[in-house]
């Protein structure tokens, strides 16, 4: 089955450190995504990505983030200055077609200290 | 106003019992609703989706939506202990717009 694949699952980094999280999407999907979930909280969409350019963003997506797709293959979220409240777990998502052919990733678990 | 609301949990059921799993949504524009099941340190795996109204059904599983009244339900038959998980509704617009979550509802099925 295809398979979206997340690293690091774990990352823990000191306020106001950058960190970049890393997903590689399915190889024929067109559309990435990423979502966040804080402990106990619901799952938010955070940016969705169509033909290397940012197609929608939420609230969250300040600034402070920032996606890419360097290659063919990976697509990344950076956060420039990570603050205590962006300890989450990230998902990266990416889709082609259809909903049901919509897949997530693991996610990496962010600990911000 | 909340754009998804799932009943909040968690919930324990002994092996066997029906499970009635419901949601409610504010925004019309919704056409596909889902079912993911979360497992603990995974992301969200689709279970079930519905485009409108209507029902589906899988095995066990049936997802219902009524439009009307803007209101989301996954049952579950003859529970399973492998059933235990989070399930999250989420909603979409289509058109690979985003996905909308609901809060999550914990299971557990007791042996």
């Known amino acids: 089955e295809p398979e979206v694949t997340q690293t690091p699952s774990h990352q823990v980094t000191q306020m106001g450190q950058e960190v970049i999280l890393r997903c590689v999407p399915i190889?024929?999907?067109?559309?990435f995504y990423w979502y966040r979930q804080i402990l106990g909280q619901k799952v938010e969409f955070l940016v969705s990505?169509?033909?290397?350019?940012?197609?929608?963003k939420s609230e969250i997506f300040d600034d402070q983030f920032s996606v890419e797709r360097p290659d063919g293959s990976n697509f990344t979220l950076k956060i420039r200055s990570t603050k205590l409240e962006d300890s989450a777990m990230y998902f990266c998502?990416?889709?082609?077609?259809?909903?049901?052919?919509?897949?997530f990733g693991s996610g990496t678990q962010l600990s911000v200290l | 106003q909340k754009e998804v609301e799932q009943d909040p949990g968690p919930l324990s059921v002994p092996e066997g019992a029906i499970v009635s799993l419901n949601c409610t949504y504010s925004?019309?524009?919704?056409?596909?609703f889902m079912w993911y099941r979360q497992y603990s340190r995974k992301g969200p795996e689709l279970l079930m989706y519905?485009?409108?109204?209507g029902n589906k059904e899988d095995g066990r599983f049936t997802a219902q939506v009524d439009k009307s009244s803007k209101y989301i339900s996954l049952f579950i038959r003859d529970s399973q202990p492998s059933d235990s998980a989070t399930y999250l509704c989420?909603?979409?617009?289509?058109?690979?717009?985003?996905?909308?979550f609901g809060k999550g509802i914990t299971l557990s099925v007791r042996p």
């Open positions: 998502a990416s889709i082609s077609g259809s909903v049901e052919k919509l897949f």
């Open positions: 190889s024929n999907h067109l559309y």
């Open positions: 990505f169509y033909n290397n350019e940012i197609s929608e």
């Open positions: 925004n019309s524009a919704f056409q596909y």
């Open positions: 519905t485009y409108s109204s």
């Open positions: 989420a909603t979409y617009t289509g058109a690979n717009s985003k996905l909308t």
